[in-house]
Structure formats: C-alpha cells, structure tokens
C-alpha cells in the first residue's frame, strides 16, 4: 500500500461525454502525476503538478487538463470522450519534483 | 513517446530459478527505474539507479546499468509464484516529460 487512492475504480463512458478522476497523494507530498496505460502498454505520462502547477506535460492533447489543490490531491479531466481513450488512469504522488513516484492503484475507463 | 525497451517481452520459469529482464533506453538519463505491476493495477517502485551508479541491491534484486551501452537489467534471485507480474524500467532524463516507461516484461514464475 502507497497510501495514494484513487476513485473510482471503475468507470464507463460513452463517446463524447466529460469524466474527472480523482486522485489523494501520500501524506506529505507535493507532486502528483498522471500516466494513461493502454492495455498491454508501458504507463505513458500525461502531465505533472507541483503546488498546483503545472509542471511539465506528454503528449497528449489539451482536451486532457488537470487540476492539483491546495490538499495536493488531483484531478484529472478529459473532454470529448474518444474509444482510444480507453485506458487505465494512474496518478503517481512524489515528495518533490524529481523524487521516487508512488503510484495509486488505478482507475480504469471503458468509453463506448 | 518510449524511451526504454524491455526484452524479453515475456518470460516463463520455475520457482527458485533465477530471471534476468533487461532494458534499453535511447538518451542520457539521470535515473533508472524498475517498477512492478500486478494484474493491471497500480505500479509498485521496485529500485532506482543513478546515472553514476552501476549496480546496486535490494533484497532478492539486483540491477545494473551500463551508461555507455543505454541499458539496464533487473535480476531477480530464487524466484517465488509470488514474483508473477509485469516488470517496467522507466527512465528519467530530467526534462518535462518525467517518467518515460517501456512497454514491459510479463514474468510468470510457475510453482
């Protein structure tokens, strides 16, 4: 156990539609950051926070957009639902920047 | 964008044996890291390595890095059914991009 959760686990949308994933970083840390991982694929990064900053982002369109609040805790949120889009979502919390990640357990999203 | 590439991308043994997962990477880095995955769920940090690092060891794991050949390997000794998982190596060059992960090596350990 990392002590980071993420919610929910599970979720299916259809195409088109807007969802939010949640993500609560480890006591103490500062950083989170957000991989998509499609199925038998390496976690690809998709954008970072640092103090409710951005701090670097993938590649990975605008329609992908973030928000970290003042607790540390994130979200991420995605427009304009597409099939690809289907993945598992992991957000990762670090005491800093360049500090080891510790990863939650994931949410998967079906789009339809 | 991948930046390691893990080899193989599969690997079956018995319990006991030993299993050897290797990792190539195209840039410099500062860090190397291997992580553990089981079923699809969240990533378990295994080790980190340094760029001025070459071996280094933690309980029943061994990882060495090669700077000057980019790649890196992950040794686990006296393999138990519980080390059934998928294993990545993911890099950190230090830019924008942080972690950049390969797409993984799917050890079975048979009992």
């Not at chain 1, 329609?63 to 609040?69: D, I, P, Y």
């Not at chain 1, 949120?77 to 994931?106: I, K, R, W």
């Not at chain 2, 190397?32 to 079923?39: E, F, I, K, M, P």
């Given at each position: 156990e990392t002590g980071v959760t993420q919610s929910p686990t599970h979720l299916i949308k259809t195409r088109g539609q807007q969802v939010t994933l949640r993500c609560s970083s480890q006591s103490g840390h500062n950083t989170v950051s957000w991989y998509q991982q499609a199925l038998g694929q390496g976690p690809q990064f998709i954008f970072q926070y640092y103090r409710e900053e951005e701090n670097g982002r993938g590649n990975?369109?605008?329609?992908f957009s973030g928000l970290q609040f003042p607790n540390y805790s994130s979200e991420l949120n995605v427009n304009?639902?597409?099939?690809?889009?289907?993945a598992l979502y992991l957000c990762a919390s670090s005491l800093g920047v360049a500090e080891t990640q510790y990863f939650g357990p994931g949410t998967r999203l079906l789009v339809l | 964008s991948q930046q390691g590439e893990e080899d193989p991308q599969a690997l079956s043994i018995q319990e006991g044996e030993n299993a050897t997962m290797n990792c190539s990477y195209k840039t410099s880095i500062n860090n190397l890291q291997w992580y553990r995955q089981n079923s699809g769920r969240g990533l378990v940090h295994l080790i980190l390595i340094r760029s001025n690092e070459r071996e280094k060891h933690s309980g029943r794991l061994r990882v060495t890095l090669d700077t000057s050949k980019k790649s890196s390997s992950l040794l686990i000794t006296a393999?138990?059914?519980?080390?059934?998982a998928s294993y990545f190596c993911a890099t950190d060059?230090?830019?924008?991009?942080k972690l950049v992960f390969g797409k993984g090596t799917k050890l079975t350990v048979n009992p």
């Amino acid at each position: 156990e990392t002590g980071v959760t993420q919610s929910p686990t599970h979720l299916i949308k259809t195409r088109g539609q807007q969802v939010t994933l949640r993500c609560s970083s480890q006591s103490g840390h500062n950083t989170v950051s957000w991989y998509q991982q499609a199925l038998g694929q390496g976690p690809q990064f998709i954008f970072q926070y640092y103090r409710e900053e951005e701090n670097g982002r993938g590649n990975f369109p605008p329609r992908f957009s973030g928000l970290q609040f003042p607790n540390y805790s994130s979200e991420l949120n995605v427009n304009a639902l597409e099939l690809d889009d289907s993945a598992l979502y992991l957000c990762a919390s670090s005491l800093g920047v360049a500090e080891t990640q510790y990863f939650g357990p994931g949410t998967r999203l079906l789009v339809l | 964008s991948q930046q390691g590439e893990e080899d193989p991308q599969a690997l079956s043994i018995q319990e006991g044996e030993n299993a050897t997962m290797n990792c190539s990477y195209k840039t410099s880095i500062n860090n190397l890291q291997w992580y553990r995955q089981n079923s699809g769920r969240g990533l378990v940090h295994l080790i980190l390595i340094r760029s001025n690092e070459r071996e280094k060891h933690s309980g029943r794991l061994r990882v060495t890095l090669d700077t000057s050949k980019k790649s890196s390997s992950l040794l686990i000794t006296a393999s138990r059914a519980a080390d059934t998982a998928s294993y990545f190596c993911a890099t950190d060059k230090g830019g924008s991009e942080k972690l950049v992960f390969g797409k993984g090596t799917k050890l079975t350990v048979n009992p």
